[in-house]
């Protein structure tokens, strides 16, 4: 009986030393590579924001921040990203004669984490990806922009009552490619779909929620 025991726990001790052996080999090669577990840097966007229900025009949507993706395994990493978003919506009111163009802009502190699944292997150049997660946000300040009629200048207009809601939470869905452009660093290019599911207007019964369709860009450092 101690005969087999001791082959049991010799068999398992070798099989360790190979794990651990192996485990070190690949974070030598990982290292060798330019490649890190873990990685910061800045990030932004530029895109198209709109809330459902409304007769929206183009909207100008930006965000600028920091990113950070932790990467153990080959195919899958988790990260998170924290910026200041310009978001909101544009629209028309009146008509033929009386309309009016005014554009809601609020500036949000918004939190996205994501899981990321990595196309390829290790120590490649190129690297594609697809991304899924959560994001919530609060509005910091909210300004408003008002064209009138016979006027092209946009006038701004300080809100004493605010059309949009302090809290806003939804999905965020992308896809794109990390390239190695020097050991440690990638050029993150993605574009990326928000979809919204609080209603953010204080325009009771319209259910009007936040959507965004942005082009990405970031550079992440290993550390």
Same mark, same amino acid.
């Given at each position: ?44 966007? @530029? ?14 949507? #930006? ?40 554009? !809601? ?9 994501? #899981?990321?699944? @990595? ?12 991304? $899924?997660?959560?994001?919530? #946000? ?17 006038? !701004? ?11 806003? $939470? ?22 990326? !779909? ?20 942005? #082009? ?8």
């Amino acid at each position: 009986m101690k005969t087999k025991i001791i082959t049991i726990l010799a068999v398992a001790m070798m099989v360790t030393t190979m794990v651990l052996a192996q485990n070190a080999d690949n974070n030598k090669t990982t290292k060798a590579r330019g490649t890190s577990f873990l990685s910061l840097g800045p990030i932004g966007g @530029f895109g198209h924001s709109w809330t459902s229900n409304m007769d929206n025009r183009f909207k100008p949507s #930006a965000h600028l921040g920091i990113g950070m993706i932790y990467s153990r395994f080959e195919h899958w990493g988790w990260g998170t990203e924290l910026t200041a978003s310009h978001e909101g919506y544009s629209t028309r009111l009146g008509s033929n004669g009386t309309t009016q163009y005014i554009s !809601y802009d609020p500036t949000y502190l918004r939190m996205a984490p994501k #899981a990321y699944y @990595f196309f390829g292997r290790y120590g490649d150049n190129v690297r594609p990806k697809i991304y $899924l997660g959560p994001s919530v #946000a609060y509005k910091l300040v909210e300004d408003q922009y008002v064209d009138g009629p016979g006027s092209t200048e946009v006038q !701004y207009m300080n809100a004493g009552n605010e059309m949009l809601r302090d809290w806003d $939470l939804g999905v965020d869905v992308g896809a794109g490619v990390n390239i190695r452009v020097a050991p440690y660093t990638w050029l993150n290019l993605d574009a990326d !779909y928000y979809h919204g599911f609080l209603d953010v207007t204080r325009l009771n019964g319209l259910n009007n929620m936040n959507r965004s369709l942005r #082009a990405n860009v970031g550079v992440m450092i290993g550390i």
